[in-house]
Nanobody, 114 residues
Framework: QVQLVESGGGLAQPGGSLRLSCAAS????????MGWYRQAPGKQRELVAT???????NYADSVKGRFTISRDVAKNTMYLQMNSLKPEDTAVYYC????????WGQGTQVTVSS
């Protein structure tokens, strides 16, 4: 069973930054894709960003230019650098990883508030 463990969430002020990490218990060298999703209270889970095995990235329009997804294959870890945070970025952030199956982390809370 693959485990994904997110970290780095917390409280940030509007305009601030946070960096989320997602550590996988399995090598991500041959992974198909990884991604970050988020779910705000009362809303459906939505895509934030994805990165494929060859490094191609995709972002939700709402985070383009502010968030950056990346990965470190040697550390089996994916990151989400979040800059210029807005209150509407407040949500539980989940990482996902797809080999033959899709796996999810437990989520980490991000709260943007003054």
């Amino acid at each position: 069973q693959v485990q994904l463990v997110e970290s780095g969430g917390g409280l940030a002020q509007p305009g601030g930054s946070l960096r989320l990490s997602c550590a996988a218990s399995r090598s991500i060298f041959s992974i198909y894709a990884m991604g970050w999703y988020r779910q705000a209270p009362g809303k459906q889970r939505e895509l934030v960003a994805t990165i494929t095995n060859n490094g191609n990235t995709n972002y939700a329009d709402s985070v383009k230019g502010r968030f950056t997804i990346s990965r470190d294959v040697a550390k089996n870890t994916m990151y989400l650098q979040m800059n210029s945070l807005k209150p509407e970025d407040t949500a539980v952030y989940y990482c996902s990883a797809q080999w033959n199956s899709v796996y999810w982390g437990q989520g980490t809370q991000v709260t943007v508030s003054s």
